[in-house]
């Protein structure tokens, strides 16, 4: 096999694996779900008792107790409390409790750039409509309690203050909110921030000051809209938002599952099952949002879809805890987590166990993350992404040296008999089978493996792949810049890296004209592959195009050093006619 047939098969194997990627993002079922053997779900109508407002109900036909609806409206906001740490800025709503704006400090939604040396900060929880995304949680009673007199994230809790700052040197940071019913039941939501961490410890006392026990059950839940769609194919081509997985996960404690926006629309996928360490999440690209209940604790979890038919359908994932029994005079404390933050591989496990599953790098994750894990040391040392990407392509390229030296020995020995291939297919026409007979017996006189430089490529398919997927899912290399780049997530502004890459294929057709005898399809496919690639390549992250760009130009000039060592041999040592 010759060079240009090896690099069209390794084309066509890379693109139509992307395609197979995009479909099982759109079109792949996700894995069912255990169902709890529970009872029916209550009626929908509003006067239910102890349901948990905000749920259309589930499709499912089983439920956890305490899971019902009330109205799907959402209340109005009561008073928006400010809290701000070293890495957070918060706004939670009186009403419920709830969190309904998150900023990221440390993670600007832009380049830092001269003219915008101060960009604003990334959102992840938003109360806009078009962008809906909040955290909340609740408790609802098991009794006969109207559900507008429960505590849960609609009901009205009152705050001391309405700001709320982590000062220089203080460590950790509690907000209060208490609710109180005519019965003497005090419900105190409180949560705890910590300096430099992105987990809030959520906690909610119910203190029983009345004359009878108190019965229900606490939850949470996180609601989002999808993302608005780009305005046209070439924002979307250039959004590696709109590559990547977009909705909800949730982890079993063995296992990582996922739910798209478009999956919430089938029954048949939704979530409804009893989970013992698991967390509920919903994922963007580069970060996340998660609830994480205790980790000895089995929760009810499930998903639905709130307002389908509306303009902005509000997806949401919820878990409900076990019931709670406090006694008259009597206090209980429900305790969960909430992450609100970046996606970092090697540190989310240590939050929750799964949590670092949420870096989704598919198949290839046995290979991605080594990639990943040499990648940071690399750039530990050179203090700069950039630099740090063409170092890993040195280090690949020295450990593949010999792999791909094979390649294109047999890549250059192959072209040398084309003459001698040409001049036999002259020789017996049409007869295939002497055709056949007559090159495997030239192959083994010249010491040639026609599959010689087949096998490298397909051994280092793999790390192609997961290379792949590390310098477009990697955190670090986003708003990260290099030389004239400011952003290596981003497509190079220049398109300086594309043609770069163009003129490396240019070479290796060069190097590698077209074989004698190719099918003409086939030779004029090869021919409009540099300007196929400048195209595609054009809109791909700079990350993965000086990649690419670095590893052409030393495989270029490896396969030069080869290609004339053996023209050199052939000239010191000539065969006989």
């Not at 109508?45 to 102890?50: N, Q």
């Not at 002259?426 to 017996?441: I, N």
């Not at 083994?444 to 793999?462: D, F, Q, R, S």
């Not at 005898?517 to 409009?528: E, R, S």
Request: with cysteine; proline share 7%; net charge positive.
């Amino acid at each position: 096999m010759n060079q240009t047939r090896t690099f069209l098969m390794f084309a066509l194997l890379a693109v139509a694996y992307l395609l197979f990627m995009a479909w099982q993002k759109d079109y792949a079922p996700a894995a069912p779900s255990t169902v709890a053997p529970t009872a029916s779900v209550p009626s929908s109508d509003a006067s239910v008792p102890g349901a948990i407002p905000g749920a259309a109900g589930n499709a499912t036909g089983a439920a956890t107790p305490a899971v019902g609806t009330v109205s799907t409206e959402a209340a109005a906001p009561a008073q928006l409390i400010t809290v701000q740490t070293d890495v957070l800025k918060l706004s939670v709503d009186s009403r419920g409790g709830s969190l309904v704006h998150a900023d990221l400090l440390a993670y600007p939604n832009a380049p830092r750039t001269r003219k915008a040396p101060n960009p604003p900060p990334t959102v992840l929880l938003s109360s806009d409509d078009a962008h809906y995304s909040v955290a909340q949680n609740g408790l609802v009673s098991s009794s006969d309690t109207a559900a507008a007199d429960q505590p849960n994230h609609l009901a009205l809790f009152h705050s001391d203050k309405t700001s709320y700052t982590l000062a220089d040197g203080q460590n950790e940071l509690k907000v209060d909110l208490t609710w109180q019913d005519a019965a003497g039941l005090k419900v105190t939501k409180t949560y705890v921030f910590k300096r430099g961490s992105y987990v809030i410890d959520v906690s909610q006392r119910i203190d029983n000051g009345g004359t009878t026990a108190w019965q229900g059950n606490a939850y949470q839940q996180l609601l989002r809209v999808q993302p608005p769609k780009p305005s046209n194919w070439l924002a979307n081509y250039t959004n590696p938002e709109s590559r990547s997985f977009q909705g909800a996960a949730w982890f079993t404690g063995e296992k990582f599952e996922k739910l798209t926006f478009k999956q919430f629309g089938e029954p048949k996928d939704q979530l409804n099952a009893q989970i013992k360490g698991g967390w509920a999440a919903m994922l963007r690209l580069y970060f996340v949002a998660a609830w994480i209940p205790p980790a000895g604790q089995t929760e009810h979890y499930l998903t639905d879809t709130i307002n389908p038919d509306s303009a902005h359908p509000r997806f949401l994932i919820r878990t409900v805890g076990p019931t709670l029994n406090v006694a008259a005079g009597q206090a209980v404390t429900s305790q969960s987590r909430l992450y609100l933050g970046p996606n970092k591989q090697g540190s989310m496990d240590a939050i929750a166990p799964g949590l670092d599953l949420t870096i989704d790098y598919g198949m290839f994750k046995i290979i991605a993350v080594p990639m990943h894990w040499v990648l940071s040391q690399l750039h530990a040392i050179t203090k700069n992404w950039g630099v740090a990407i063409i170092l890993l392509v040195l280090l690949i390229k020295g450990l593949s040296w010999k792999l791909t030296a094979i390649q294109y020995r047999s890549s250059a020995r192959m072209r040398k008999l084309q003459p001698r291939v040409q001049a036999l297919k002259e020789r017996y026409g049409d007869d295939k089978q002497k055709m056949q007979t007559a090159m495997m017996e030239l192959y083994k006189k010249e010491k040639v493996n026609p599959m010689g430089g087949c096998l490298p490529v397909l051994i280092t398919l793999p790390v192609f792949y997961g290379l792949f997927y590390v310098l477009e899912y990697s955190l670090e290399l986003r708003h990260a810049p290099f030389m004239w780049i400011p952003d290596l997530s981003a497509p190079d502004p220049f398109y300086i890296l594309p043609i770069i890459y163009a003129a490396v294929m240019l070479g290796t057709q060069i190097l590698n004209p077209v074989a004698a005898g190719m099918d003409p399809t086939q030779a004029k496919m090869m021919k409009v592959m540099p300007l196929l690639f400048t195209v595609m390549f054009a809109f791909f992250p700079a990350g993965l195009c000086l990649y690419y760009a670095v590893n052409g130009i030393v495989g270029l000039g490896q396969q030069w050093w080869i290609t004339h060592h053996i023209d050199r041999e052939e000239v010191a040592t000539p065969k006989a006619a």
